[in-house]
């Protein structure tokens, strides 16, 4: 997990830095635009507007991206369930601090975690998912965003958000700029020249801002979101909660109304889904959902991070798997088993007992059944290898 | 001289190194001490919540009394083991959990109390808290497996023998008796 913080932590940077170089190339081709020979002082002013729009971004971007997502803070009286089951994933994933909880009131079903590092992070979910999905459902997606903030996934992705809003901002502001001087160039021949460079500048940016917006989306690999998955499989110990829930997303066909491009990878599932969900796979922000199902359910009682690794690699054909630097020698966990499956193991022991088999309970959950003969000798468990004593 | 500064910059990588395999076994330590207070927390959330739910509760179960004294005497019996052993703790909180579920059970045949809203916010207030209480228990074997696979294992394993870190032991989810084989009648 740390080796996700840090290229986390990474990627942040080289976003800031990318645009800076984006904004000094703006303000250049502005200043010598406005006046031949003043582009220094262009550039000076971009890196001003960005010194300031980057740290505004670290410091608040995630109240920009709640308040663009029209979400309200809630308080635990106005919905003790979401409260509680935040509170309870926080419990399971070791935050020390609960984040922020908001509602976003619309009908579709999604939810986003925002903030810069977990002690200052926001949870948002829509009204129609706390309408829709049971506690259970509700825990493996609270528990896939509290991922997020576990992984320090948060801070980049608010940071992208932003940056991608100032892209499309400036490019709205490029075509302004151009549309307005447009028809006044006409007769000043000394503006021929910097109104052509103008006009470049706009295009680029008109063309570009789409085309890094897909970029950044494939920056932001879904490889964070199988994580995440990951994650709330192992906070919940119960994958088929969140496998569940991802249905019910999936097959929901609300659309959010407050979702722009920018803030699209941020959510559970693509807010701005098409209705030919297969079509859209390969350069979608979001792995496919019913691949993600399958991966949660294929894993069985081995609910740890090595268990969705193996079924991710069951499930997709792919040879290396999504978690390969996960915490090491983290073991399957127990789950508990339904009734049936306890009533059959129950007559099973009882068989092996009969023939006196010797059972050892071992702390990591699993019951060793032991051949007589090995009585009086040492034994290591194959699940967690600590030595027992048979007697 | 080349060869000094080589010299000298492998051995600053190497206690650089040194450092952060110390540093993160005392973070596993932490980390395990941490979670053991955050199931301590919960434990206590529950004790402070009964009372209140009896209270609500007395009302309407009037046929009930065994359950309701049943659940304040777990409770009694829980809050006063205080010093006592791992295991006494985690036997006398299982028995408390018994006799909620018992409560909870026997609430369905008051139709009139599953109406009462004070009712229904303390039913999920203890259901969050019994969830909280095995999601603490489960954090705190995760972070005592961790810090377990570090002292046992290479290279952190030289460090934590020479600077005495001790494993921790795990948190039993069952009282031992619980985990006895069933007898089973054919």
Redesign the interface.
Known sequence: MLEQIRANRRRALVLVAGMAVLLAAVGYGLAEYAAPGAGAFGVVVALIVWSIQALVSYYSGDSIVLRISDARKIEKKDH??LF??V???C????L?RVPDIYIIDDDALNAFATGRDPQHASVAVTAGLLKELDRDELQGVIGHELGHVNNHDVLYMMMLAVMMGTIILLAGLGRRVLFRTGPGTRTGGRRSRGGGIILIVAILLMIFAPILAQLLYLALSRRREYLSDASSAL?T?YPEGLARALEKLGRSTQKLHSATPALAPMYIVNPLKVTATGLSDLTSTHPPLSERIRILRSMGGNTGLAGYDEAFRKVTGRPVGVVAFA?????P?PVPPTEHADRVR??T??LW?LNDYI?I?C???TRLKIPPVYAGKKIECPH?SRVHEVH | MIFAIVFLVLIVIFATWLMGMYNSLVRAKNEVGNAWSQIDVQLNRRHDLIPNLVETVKGYMTHERETLEAVTKARQQAVQITGGSVEEKARAENALSQTLRSLFAVSENYPQLKANENFLALQEELTSTENKISFSRQYYNDSVLNLNNKIQMFPTNLFASAFNFKPAAFFEVEAPEARKPVAVKF
């Open positions: 003790p369930v509680n089951v509170e309870e994933m419990v399971a994933s070791g020390s906070y110990r915490a090491p020698g983290r073991p966990s129950q007559t022991d009882a007992a059972f309970d702390p990591c959950g967690c």
